[in-house]
T-cell receptor, first 114, second 107 residues
Framework: NAGVTQTPKFQVLKTGQSMTLQCAQDMNHEYMSWYRQDPGMGLRLIHYSVGAGITDQGEVPNGYNVSRSTTEDFPLRLLSAAPSQTSVYFC?????????????FGPGTRLTVL | KNEVEQSPQNLTAQEGEFITINCSYSVGISALHWLQQHPGGGIVSLFMLSSGKKKHGRLIATINIQEKHSSLHITASHPRDSAVYICAVKGGNQFYFGTGTSLTVIP
């Protein structure tokens, strides 16, 4: 199993550009989520999905869109990049929404918006 | 407001020392997770616990659900334990994370 994969590892954007961060998992997990990690702040939830076709907003959803057309994939779209979106982005998955399920994290994408 | 608070934020220890990292949370939960973030950035799950104590090698995690507090202990610390340790709890459909404790173990 590859686990949770993310692409790209690094990305530099100019203000106003759009892009999609890719996330895929091969563990047949129902629950997938996107986080951003900023210095001095814990991981913050952007969007999550409890299954194919179902998504919901997290703590910091503004400026981001997601979709979940398959169980495996959960892309994160930046609609119009802003410097405030400079961060490290992590995708994670777990078997389902239960509290006792281990979360598996992707390696992260380091995004810089100029 | 932070649902999860960790202390200390930074910790430097000599190799061999006993280390304790604390986590307090404000939401009602059934389980708490401890994660480790390596210097390269990767995040792995160390423990999930809902009561009492769990032990994996030199790592021990305890939780008191009534007091909403958990501790992570590292016995006989080693430089390879240097990492950021993150406490997380699940409330509803979301995980809430502490800001992490950065541990450096000096040989």
């Amino acid at each position: 199993n590859a686990g949770v994969t993310q692409t790209p590892k690094f990305q530099v954007l100019k203000t106003g550009q759009s892009m999609t961060l890719q996330c895929a998992q091969d563990m047949n997990h129902e629950y997938m989520s996107w986080y951003r990690q900023d210095p001095g702040m814990g991981l913050r939830l952007i969007h999550y999905s409890v299954g194919a076709g179902i998504t919901d907003q997290g703590e910091v959803p503004n400026g981001y869109n997601v979709s979940r057309s398959t169980t495996e994939d959960f892309p994160l779209r930046l609609l119009s990049a802003a410097p405030s979106q400079t961060s490290v982005y992590f995708c994670a998955s777990s078997r389902d929404r239960g509290e006792f399920n281990e979360q598996f994290f992707g390696p992260g994408t380091r995004l810089t918006v100029l | 407001k932070n649902e999860v608070e960790q202390s200390p934020q930074n910790l430097t220890a000599q190799e061999g020392e006993f280390i304790t990292i604390n986590c307090s949370y404000s939401v009602g939960i059934s389980a708490l997770h401890w994660l480790q973030q390596h210097p390269g950035g990767g995040i792995v799950s160390l423990f999930m616990l809902s009561s009492g104590k769990k032990k994996h090698g030199r790592l021990i995690a305890t939780i008191n659900i009534q007091e909403k507090h958990s501790s992570l202990h590292i016995t006989a610390s080693h430089p390879r334990d240097s990492a950021v340790y993150i406490c997380a709890v699940k409330g509803g459909n979301q995980f809430y994370f502490g800001t992490g404790t950065s541990l450096t173990v000096i040989p």
